[in-house]
């Protein structure tokens, strides 16, 4: 408390569809969530500045001025180059988009079974785009790079969001050859999610209308600020629902395999994949607002038996990491409602199969699922998903990815304040 006013952490998520923004005060209330689209297309990074200006300028002036921190949280794997200024040189590269022309190349950088060796992994998009952009200056991830707006220097990069692009968290550096190829210089400095970076950049904060004593904190992906909302205990895995379906779960040592991620957390390891699957392929064929009205109609205890693979495009990473995997969408049944049901099995057995290989890895049993994002707040398809997993599943729709952003602010502001 500095003269009568609490101090509050802003966690900012840069979600695929949009922005979302969340204060919490020191005792975990919230007391601001909102969000919005992003005005221009989600590749185009400007868009990520405009989205979190649009949602600064909601907040109410006197919550504002109590923003003492805040952290920002990013699609995972989503990467663009950068000038020496921090301009971007282009649209980014998503996390959907693998590379499979650098997959050889990959696997003669980073040691076997970093996700680095992957053509869906981070490096194969680093590789793209140093041969677009032969005099880029640096490559950031979504966060990183709106992290370095922040801050006025693109010096940083987290080391959640850095594990993809080749960082071994086990060994503390570039995994095998990549931190000695000629284009290395382009990496960012690694730092811990939840370090103190340094303050507000003055003329961002004039734009965001933030105080410029507020500190800009290292953030992590929007997989894992999912997961820091939900406080998981032992036992739990976190499903995150939303254009795609990320799982996780806490693990006393990391694990590896094609598509496996092993984030460090305090003592331990927050272990898990993401599948191209999720609610971005029931946007293709239906709005919101039907899909809310066609899931009234559907009996989970009568299995369509459509066996569908629900991807969006070509490609996977997790349960099985092959970026050139195909769909199976067909065949289509007449009523739209038996089509949903087909699909949101489709995408239950994928995520069933998940928590299998999580397990075959040596991951602990999951006892039960805890689920955030928007396909949280469906009942039927959580109905669905619980008999494909066989154990309890519970929805935690407000527990959002903005939330654990601003959890991880407030923790840093704990230690400094």
């Not at 805040?70 to 020496?84: C, E, F, I, K, W």
């Not at 039927?380 to 309890?392: E, I, K, M, S, V």
Request: charged share 15%.
């Amino acid at each position: 408390m500095v003269g009568g006013a609490t101090h509050l952490a802003l966690g900012v998520d840069l979600g695929t569809s949009g922005v979302r923004v969340a204060l919490m005060d020191p005792a975990g209330e919230l007391h601001h969530h909102a969000g919005c689209a992003y005005p221009g297309p989600f590749v185009q990074p400007r868009t990520w500045q405009q989205g979190l200006t649009q949602l600064c300028d909601a907040i109410p002036l006197p919550l504002r001025r109590q923003v003492a921190g805040l952290a920002v949280a990013g699609t995972s794997g989503t990467l663009l180059a950068m000038d020496a200024k921090g301009h971007p040189l282009g649209e980014a590269l998503p996390y959907s988009a693998a590379q499979p022309q650098w997959a050889s190349q990959c696997r003669r950088l980073a040691e076997p079974g970093h996700p680095a060796a992957s053509a869906s992994g981070t490096t194969a998009r680093a590789l793209e785009l140093q041969q677009r952009y032969p005099h880029a200056h640096g490559l950031r991830h979504q966060a990183e790079w709106l992290t370095g707006w922040l801050l006025g220097q693109w010096r940083w990069g987290d080391l959640h969001n850095s594990l993809k692009l080749g960082w071994d968290p086990v060994q503390g550096g570039w995994s095998g050859a990549i931190g000695r190829q000629p284009w290395s210089g382009l990496l960012p400095r690694v730092a811990c999610p939840g370090a103190v970076l340094g303050s507000l950049h003055p003329p961002v904060a004039h734009r965001l209308g933030l105080p410029t004593t507020a500190q800009v904190v290292a953030g992590t992906t929007d997989g894992n600020a999912a997961v820091l909302a939900v406080d998981p205990q032992p036992g739990d895995g976190v499903t995150v629902l939303g254009t795609t379906m990320a799982l996780k779960q806490l693990c006393p040592e990391p694990l590896q395999g094609a598509g496996v991620y092993s984030h460090p957390i305090g003592s331990q390891w927050l272990v898990g994949g993401a599948s191209n699957s999720g609610g971005g392929v029931l946007r293709q064929f239906f709005d919101t607002a039907t899909i809310v009205t066609l899931s009234r109609q559907l009996d989970p205890r009568h299995p369509t038996g459509l066996d569908y693979l629900p991807l969006p495009a070509p490609g996977e990473r997790f349960p099985v990491d092959d970026p050139q995997l195909m769909p199976c969408l067909e065949p289509r049944p007449v009523s739209d409602a038996l089509f949903l049901q087909g699909l949101l099995e489709g995408i239950a057995a994928i995520e069933a199969r998940g928590w299998a290989r999580l397990q075959a890895l040596g991951a602990p049993a999951v006892q039960r699922v805890l689920t955030v994002g928007g396909g949280a707040r469906n009942p039927t398809w959580r109905q669905l998903r619980q008999q494909a997993l066989g154990c309890p599943v519970l929805n935690r729709p407000h527990a959002s990815t903005a939330c654990g952003a601003a959890q991880l602010a407030r923790e840093a502001l704990t230690g400094i304040t």
